[in-house]
């Protein structure tokens, strides 16, 4: 069992805003596997550069963001209470923050950055080297794992994609309109697969999911019995 657990990963990319974070964490509570969110990275390292004022008019001082990064310590764990992952930026919970519509505006900017790619991309691989991992993302089939063992593509509309995020920052308490979300999120894909560096694609052997017509559970089961014929056949 051991033996097959080990560096046993699983690799869930997408367009923002496809679920894919939640269809991951109940795919890793199902089968007891280690959730990684490699999006709150970027994130976190999005708040740490808007509070370092690293970038100005939308354009980043890539040196200087670069020069912070090998200290800055990313952190993720469990809060029992609240039944959820955060993240934490040099020991500070910073996991609200980064999901508000000031960090989601430019963490597509900072996530084009190779300099930013690179350190990520490394702790990553570093992250994932011992259990079984379930890695959600936009280039963990393409880039961080070619060689994973199952690699789903989640898809949906932009228009079902806003409505999900309207209603998750509306339950926030965030004063946003559906038409600025809507934006935020045609935005953010053009830039994720525009970008020059790891754009969003879809591999070929990866799955494709489209989950605009389905429910949370319909997915998870779905994704689930594909990921335990693999799993079950592995030496
Ligand atoms: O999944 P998310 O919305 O939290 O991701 C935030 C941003 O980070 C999104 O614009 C794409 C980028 N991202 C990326 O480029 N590569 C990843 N592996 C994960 C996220």
Do not use: C, W
């Not at 910073?94 to 990520?120: C, H």
């Not at 949370?216 to 089961?221: A, F, G, H, K, S």
């Amino acid at each position: 069992m051991e033996k097959k657990r080990k560096g046993f990963i699983v690799a869930v990319d997408g367009y923002s805003s496809t679920g894919k974070s939640t269809v991951s964490k109940l795919l890793a509570a199902r089968l007891g596997f280690t959730y990684i969110d490699t999006g709150a990275m970027y994130r976190v390292v999005t708040l740490k550069a808007l509070r370092e004022g690293v970038i100005h008019d939308g354009v980043v001082d890539e040196e200087r963001l670069g020069s912070l990064l090998p200290a800055l310590k990313i952190g993720f764990l469990y809060n029992e209470g609240k039944k959820r992952y955060e993240s934490y930026l040099d020991g500070e919970l910073v996991e609200d923050m980064i999901r508000g519509m000031e960090v989601s505006d430019k963490v597509s900017l900072i996530a084009a950055l190779p300099v930013v790619r690179k350190v990520l991309v490394e702790k990553q691989r570093e992250m994932a080297k011992e259990g079984a991992v379930i890695m959600d993302g936009r280039d963990i089939g393409s880039v961080v794992f070619p060689d994973a063992d199952v690699k789903f593509f989640l898809t949906a509309s932009s228009e079902v994609r806003a409505e999900r995020r309207y209603r998750e920052l509306l339950a926030k308490g965030e004063t946003v309109t559906f038409d600025e979300v809507r934006a935020n999120v045609e935005k953010r894909d053009y830039i994720d697969e525009h970008r020059a560096v790891s754009p969003l694609r879809k591999v070929p052997d990866a799955v494709e999911i489209d989950n605009g017509n389905l429910t949370i559970d319909e997915e998870v089961r779905e994704m689930a019995a594909i990921i335990m014929r693999k799993y079950e056949s592995r030496d």
